[in-house]
């Protein structure tokens, strides 16, 4: 029981992260205030990665359960202000709240599952737990949908409600946890430190991302964000009991691991963002079909984190890595190299093996970085693996959104003739209004948009391959014990 309530608390912070997009049309025209669209999305993501090491943290000193359970809570009373929203600004903050308690949920679920379950059964039911956020990528858009077309959009909150407390109650009576022996000084300026440099970087990549640069702004943020990077170093080195511990990093195996999920999760964010564009703006298909695309490689995530668990027994982390990093590099590639016009089954057939990259590399890390720390900082470790994860992520969509606008921009220098610009894209990705364009502009659109996505997924590749590259150059410890 404690699985499945670990599973629907995971699924509801996962779902919410996109669901929201189904609804914006709808929330924007109730609401007004177009211009601050994007940030009902961005404070949702970057406050859930700031609070994510602090909850880990927390998670060491007091318990997996009341932080747990304190941030379900945090994010379902956030959920149901969002819904009772009035304006945009008030939307915004209440999200900003909802994903400070969406920070609690993956890295203490991971945690808890640790606590609870041997490394081997431990990697399947992470996986499963895991897989949660596949089948919320592909389930937002159609429940999303739903809710708007035959209730309000404020439902895609309210229904948070009902199953968030469902999955608290289970926590509440079948988790047992021996009570902690004492709780150590929480490092407040270590907290600080992080919260400035985390959020100083997802704001200034935000900032990069816009149609009009204030480049003094974003320098300013930039160095703002350094700084404090420096700081929250320099605090760490010296706190008595540190947010993160520097000294894990001085073991190469979780140095490895949490570098090698980082640079996956670039190429699996370009995967589940783009891949879905390809297959309905070039293939045309309808936008529930499209979705699916990403669909195999959910199912064999959970699949790939099921033979996560058997290598951990017998194969050194270097060999396990090469293994996932070999199937995602390969993988990548093809995806890199396909034309336009490849067929809708060519990226089911991918996603089986991609999809056994994700759940070997993904389960693999967590398990592995939970192994080679000391038990009073799996929290931590826990934390940290899932922070690097988020924050590979957030930076990397708003790059690849800049290299598309880039290479949109590019190829339409490149045919003058045709009198295109960037929006004639927006119609051309929707099958609804692709037909308003003329006829004889749409091939020549979707090469141009074929070329921005090859340059997207060939950058992700190369960062896959990095990794691939450093965990071969250093030998590491045996097999997890």
Known sequence: MVTFALFIATFLSAIEGTIVSTAMPTIVGELQGISLMNWVFSIFLMTSTLTTPIYGKLADNIGRKPIFISGLIIFLAGSVLSGLSASMPQLIFWRAIQG???????????????????????????????????????????????????????????????????????????????????????????????????????????????????????????????????????????????IILLDLFKNPTFAIQNFAVGMMSVFLIAFDVYIPSWTQGILGLPATLAGFATTPSSFFWIIGSFFAGKMLSRLKPQKILMISMGLLVVGGTVVALLPANVSFYVFLFIGIFLGLGFGITVTGSTIISQSVVAPEHIGMATSFNTLIRSLSQSIFISIFGIVMNQSLLHGISQHPEAHLNVDMFNKMINPHTVDELPNKLVPVMHNIYHSGLQNIFIIAVVCMALAFIYNLKHQDQGVVQ
Do not use: C
């Open 100 to 242: 400070i308690g969406a920070g609690a949920v993956l890295p203490i679920s991971n945690t808890i599952i640790a606590d609870i379950y041997p490394p081997e059964k431990r990697a399947q039911i992470m996986g499963i737990n895991n897989s949660a956020w596949g089948i919320a990528s592909v389930a937002a858009p159609l429940l999303g949908g739903l809710i708007v077309d035959n209730f309000s959009w404020r439902w895609i909150f309210f229904i948070n409600l009902p199953f968030g407390v469902l999955s608290m109650i289970l926590i509440v009576v079948f988790l047992k946890e021996n009570a902690r022996a004492g709780h150590s000084r929480l490092d407040i300026w270590g907290i600080v430190w992080l919260s400035v440099s985390i959020s100083g970087l997802l704001y200034g990549v935000e900032l990069i991302n816009k149609t009009t640069i204030n480049w003094m702004a974003t320098v300013v943020v930039f160095a703002v964000a350094m700084i404090g990077l420096i700081l929250f170093i320099r605090q760490e080195k010296r706190a008595a009991d540190p």
